[in-house]
């Protein structure tokens, strides 16, 4: 069975401090997608980024990267000099390659909610 | 586009009340899906649709019925609301046929059951 685990619950950072939000998944699949998504105050879920299993290259987006790395099963997000708009709740997923019914199930970690004090 | 939208934003229920939350998406896409979030639980699939036609069961199906209505649409209904039931509840689609598996969330309906 597939597992995400978000062992931070809750992180505080002052404005400008670089922080890492951590992500370690389970997976029987050789063949699988991990996941980011914010969800701000507001509400609603937003896509951040997609990585598939083949794909072990770190990605940089603007003030946001992430770390993939196979051998010890993470893929944790980096935010380097946090905003005030940054404080959100933060999901890592997990979607094995197929579910045998024509979709693929993503597998939620419980979130990590970050807090940015100004 | 739109991308998913659902109604209604709010509900208040009285238990053993019934309602359908309505969720559609502009994107063409095949596979539509129901969570609920509670708080510390993150997010639990209710029920999915891999197509038009087929719906199948997630973590979290009791107390639930779903219909896909057409390509678009994919409506969740509580028979008989139970206070277990107060949640947000989230409806997303994606298209794996074009190898995105991201999937994209409508804005989601805090529902009460008293």
């Known amino acids: 069975a597939q597992k995400v685990t978000q062992a931070q619950t809750e992180i505080s950072v002052v404005e400008k401090e670089d922080v890492t939000l951590d992500c370690v998944y389970e997976t029987r699949d050789t063949t699988y997608y991990l996941f980011w998504y914010k969800q701000p105050p507001s509400g609603e879920l937003v896509f951040l980024i997609r990585?598939?299993?083949?794909?072990?290259q770190n990605e940089i987006s603007g003030r946001y990267s992430w770390n993939f790395q196979k051998s010890t099963s993470s893929f944790n997000f980096t935010i380097t000099a946090s905003q005030v708009v940054d404080s959100a709740v933060y999901f890592c997923?997990?979607?094995?390659?197929?579910?045998?019914?024509?979709?693929?199930?993503?597998?939620f970690g419980k979130g990590t909610k970050l807090s940015v004090i100004p | 586009n739109a991308g998913v939208t659902q109604t209604p934003k709010f509900q208040v229920l009285k238990t053993g009340q019934s309602m359908t939350l309505q969720c559609a998406q502009d994107?063409?896409?095949?596979?539509m899906y129901w969570y609920r979030q509670d708080p510390g639980m993150g997010l639990r699939l209710i029920y999915y649709?891999?197509?038009?036609?087929?719906?199948d069961k997630g973590e979290v199906p009791n107390g639930y019925n779903v219909s896909r209505l057409n390509k678009r649409e994919f409506s969740l209904r509580l028979e008989s609301a139970a206070p277990s039931q107060t949640s947000v509840y989230f409806c997303?689609?994606?298209?794996?046929?074009?190898?995105?598996?991201?999937?994209?969330f409508g804005p989601g309906t805090r529902l009460t059951v008293t």
């Open positions: 649709s891999a197509s038009e036609g087929t719906t």
């Open positions: 997923a997990l979607s094995e390659a197929y579910s045998g019914a024509g979709s693929y199930q993503l597998t």
């Open positions: 994107m063409n896409h095949n596979s």
């Open positions: 997303a689609s994606s298209d794996p046929g074009t190898g995105g598996r991201e999937q994209y």
């Open positions: 990585r598939n299993s083949f794909d072990e």
